[in-house]
């Protein structure tokens, strides 16, 4: 990383509000002291905690604000009424360019819908997705989409894996991503027709990945590609089960060490070890979902994220927003859209509708 | 239980065949010596398998088949060419009463379509859903439908949560399950239309659970509530996930507890907690899905199962088959849609696609 980069923060967002923000920027800070910082919010409560890290309240500049995004608030609502809500000044500052990136625990909605309307989305992108890491056996692979979008036509599915190879070869260093659509099969036959469309086109055109196949649940934490694309809500659940299913067990695995005496001396010589797992394990670890799409690095930190969490979203959006990212993503999508144009993939193209059915008569 | 019950064996299905069906059966049998079997299937490979297990040889009727659908067929072409398969005649042996339920590893699609065209679905049941057992921070949960319909309008889904019900409430013996819809969020304008139309329907009618609301994906394994209600793609998703995630943990733990000499020693002496968290863990104890809505009992085990999962599987149909399961539901079922009807819930309603528009009228 070159230069000084600057990050935005929406200090009002999330449960905890600048009580995570305020640390979390802090704890970044100490990692990467090349940071800078723009923050937005109430001023009476920010300040006192500023005053707690000196080398923060040097990094940064306060630009206070009183109106914030609630987290219940329609996005429509907070389109409207937000104007000078510290989520709204935050990605206000990426438009003009005073900060690099932003990061908001706030309204996903909300975020959305503002990034979208402000920073506008990339040539060729209709609609932004959420990405982010997940642990798996062989390192991270990066998932989309998480949430933004609860149904996706085969176009949608096709730019998600274009964006999310971009990602992971540009911010994740891998030179040519391996690309699976979440089915619940491997063989062609299964799942709907947006994904069967979807899967010939990653088949016919080159793009910066290297397209698999379907893959099924099992293989997110397998490893098994660098790139899981999928609609919004069933990234979302698969997601969130996962997160449940990983509290399951380190409960259950408490809970078999404190059965038995010889258990409870066998964890207490191997806690360097459980504390390692349980780190590793650490969901804050991931935290931090980029709006893949919009023109302009925007992340979300999950809401009940503390300090931590948040200090991991804001080296999650440095990192992107250090490589470029967008204008390397912008090239790579405008070449796509030049093949799929060239092998007539879209000619039929109508708003919406008739267009999965169009596709399916020109790839078939 | 009481009584004799008479399993119905597909010993041709799954990847390892009668190698697992028959000493799973054995096992069974141990746990339970009332059962009795009827095994489907190719005698010259089943015959020197059965010969290890007397008890077992007694306690069953072998009936030979050379034809046995493979994994790959097609439901349509196993339906066609499949009539004297082993699949297939194990239903028959239930829709002649010969037997009580039946138990297969093969070809879900085909096990599906046949146990459909053979059983038939209960009196107002479309479309039968998977059902399995999960594990959870609280015992088990339900969870439909894994995997048999990919789109589910919000009808299906009030069936499903019936269904789900029923199952918990007669198998399980919760006096009063609690059911949730899965989504992405848990306020109300969260998620699919279909979804929103099922949670208003759920809200209006009395059935044998209590419709508690949306949950989300982690809330599945925290036990949140009896019955998880979904469409099959994204239960399918759901389930797969947990799966890997399950086995992407129990890898990191045992890398954690290899990498210091201090941590193996405290590893062998919680060697006891350990394995019994393994087997809490183990997917075989969870091995079993029940086409919920087929009138007669047909459970489908894992295809990738040894004996030990193929006899929780044989388990999971016995414990549903002794309880006159399908009796009940249909009871159950039947008072719904009367209630449906006289709150005039369904009365719009047309053969597919205009009905969910129908029914938003109706409840909103």
Chains 1, 2 share one sequence.
Do not use: W
């Not at 209709?126 to 991270?140: D, H, K, Q, V």
């Not at 990602?167 to 799942?191: C, F, W």
């Amino acid at each position: 990383m070159s230069g000084h980069l600057t990050i935005a923060l929406d200090a009002m967002g999330g449960d905890l509000g600048p009580e995570a923000v305020i640390p979390g920027a802090a704890l970044a800070l100490s990692k990467n002291p090349s940071l800078k910082f723009m923050i937005f919010g109430d001023e009476s409560k920010i300040i006192p905690l500023l005053k707690k890290y000196p080398q923060l309240e040097q990094a940064s500049r306060l630009i206070h604000t009183d109106s914030f995004v609630s987290a219940e608030e329609k996005p429509g609502v907070a389109l409207r009424n937000g104007k000078n809500s510290s989520m709204r000044l935050a990605i206000n500052a990426v438009a003009d360019k005073q900060a690099d990136c932003i990061v908001s625990g706030g309204n996903t909605g909300a975020l959305m819908v503002m990034a979208k309307l402000v920073l506008k989305c990339l040539p060729g992108i209709e609609r932004p997705a959420i990405a982010s890491l997940l642990p798996t056996m062989n390192g991270e692979t990066v998932m989309l989409d998480l949430g933004a979008n609860l149904e996706c036509d085969s176009e949608m599915l096709v730019q998600f894996a274009i964006l999310g190879s971009v990602y992971a070869r540009v911010v994740r260093g891998h030179a040519q991503p391996t690309v699976g659509l979440l089915n619940i099969g491997s063989e062609d036959m299964k799942g709907h027709d947006e994904i069967k469309i979807a899967a010939q086109i990653l088949n016919q055109i080159k793009f910066p990945g290297k397209y698999i196949g379907f893959i099924e649940g099992n293989d997110i934490p397998l490893g098994k590609v660098d790139v899981v694309v999928t609609d919004g809500f069933t990234g979302n659940v698969a997601l969130k089960t996962a997160e449940g299913v990983s509290k399951l067990i380190s409960n259950m695995l408490k809970r078999s060490l404190k059965k038995s005496p010889l258990a409870m001396i066998g964890a207490f010589l191997a806690q360097g070890a459980l504390k390692n797992l349980k780190k590793e394990m650490d969901p804050r670890l991931y935290n931090g979902g980029m709006f893949l799409g919009v023109d302009g690095v925007c992340v979300k930190s999950h809401g009940g994220m503390d300090h931590i969490g948040f200090a991991n979203a804001i080296k999650y959006a440095s990192e992107i927003a250090a490589r470029n990212f967008n204008v390397r993503v912008a090239a790579e999508i405008a070449e796509v859209m030049a093949q799929e144009k060239s092998l007539g993939l879209y000619d039929q193209m109508s708003p919406e509708s008739g267009r999965d059915a169009a596709l399916q008569e020109k790839v078939s």
